[in-house]
């Protein structure tokens, strides 16, 4: 088996704005692959990424700083440092920073 690592200082960092229809902006350093998608990311205060679909697999969101909220199949569920937000593919969900800091997580998507 490979060991793979990935050096996300050597990936340039986005800045996306109203992901998804979201409001505000974020700031992600993405890796994509045909296995996975993994982008730490930073949506900053006022901002959101917008409701859609989670197509390509289980999306994984585990919030390192900031304060926030998903709701995913219309359940809303808070976000805080140390909390892992799942949502299962098939699901729609959104992701909301509810504070006056970055929201700073770390997603994993595994496709499926």
Request: with cysteine.
């Amino acid at each position: 088996m490979a060991i793979l690592q990935i050096d996300f200082n050597k990936i340039e960092s986005m800045t996306l704005p109203g992901m998804n229809n979201g409001t505000g902006t974020m700031s992600a350093r993405m890796y994509n692959d045909d296995s996975y998608r993994i982008i730490p990311t930073a949506i900053h205060p006022g901002g959101s990424i917008g409701s859609h679909k989670q197509e390509s697999g289980d999306d994984m969101n585990y919030i390192i700083s900031g304060m926030g909220k998903a709701i995913c199949d219309g359940i809303e569920e808070e976000l805080r440092p140390g909390v892992l937000h799942i949502c299962p593919k098939g699901s729609m969900h959104s992701i909301i920073n509810v504070g006056e800091e970055d929201l700073v997580m770390l997603t994993v998507v595994v496709k499926k």
